[in-house]
């Protein structure tokens, strides 16, 4: 089983949509959970971290940790094309080792 | 402008035929890594270096080697590629701080290894 669990889509919605995404985890030791964003030909770059339980809110974007069912989510309001990217949850534990999923690819429609 | 550099982009080479990637960063970060992307599969750690002179294996670090002799520097060496280590590699670094510190990744290099 691996640590952490994505559903790889692919997820197409229309301009001005939520998009919802989410990433389940089985090692409780993770301590911080991250989002990152990943345009075609690119390397992945850091959207959001959280760290508490709870929600956390950037602009169009909030990404949410359930610590005691081990899940993760994250959120993007009024969605646009240019929101079209492959978005990674990853988690660290206090090594210091990052831990990804295998990555929601998003297409918002025109 | 800070970033974190990856030479070459793009490589087709043969089974067997040694290559190296380089990978520089400026931002006198402490940690890098290397990962490898595949399909379904994510991002996986091949090694790390907490520093100088400082590496550890990651994942899945079996028929890569890697060095790092200066800070800014960490190369990944394939001594004899095989098909399977076609993929697409990033390098990543980072400071020394808490867990909260953002990870920089380069833009990528994509192997073929026929």
């Known amino acids: 089983q691996k640590e952490v669990e994505q559903d790889p889509g692919p997820l197409s919605v229309p301009e001005g949509a939520i998009v919802s995404l989410n990433c389940t985890y089985s090692?409780?030791?993770?301590?911080?959970f991250m989002w990152y964003r990943q345009y075609s030909r690119k390397g992945p770059e850091l959207l959001m971290y959280?760290?508490?339980?709870g929600n956390k809110e950037d602009g169009r974007f909030t990404a949410q940790v359930d610590k005691s069912s081990k899940y993760i989510s994250l959120f993007i309001r009024d969605s646009q094309p240019s929101d079209s990217a492959t978005y990674l949850c990853?988690?660290?534990?206090?090594?210091?080792?990052?831990?990804f999923g295998a990555g929601t690819t998003v297409t918002v429609r025109a | 402008e800070a970033q974190v550099t990856q030479n070459p982009r793009y490589l087709i080479t043969v089974t067997g035929k040694k290559l190296t990637v380089t990978c520089s960063q400026n931002?006198?970060?402490?940690?890098m890594s290397w990962y490898r992307q595949d399909p379904g599969l994510g991002l996986r750690q091949i090694y790390y270096?907490?520093?100088?002179?400082?590496?550890d294996k990651g994942d899945v670090p079996e028929g890569y080697k890697v060095s790092r002799k200066e800070k800014r520097n960490f190369p990944l060496i394939l001594e004899s590629p095989s098909p399977n280590q076609t993929s697409l590699y990033f390098c990543?670094?980072?400071?020394?701080?808490?867990?909260?510190?953002?990870?920089?990744f380069g833009p990528g290099t994509r192997l073929l290894v026929l």
């Open positions: 959280t760290y508490s339980s």
């Open positions: 931002m006198n970060h402490e940690y």
């Open positions: 990543a670094s980072r400071g020394a701080g808490g867990l909260e510190e953002t990870q920089y």
């Open positions: 270096s907490m520093n100088v002179e400082v590496t």
């Open positions: 090692n409780s030791a993770f301590q911080y």
């Open positions: 990853a988690m660290i534990h206090n090594d210091y080792k990052l831990s």
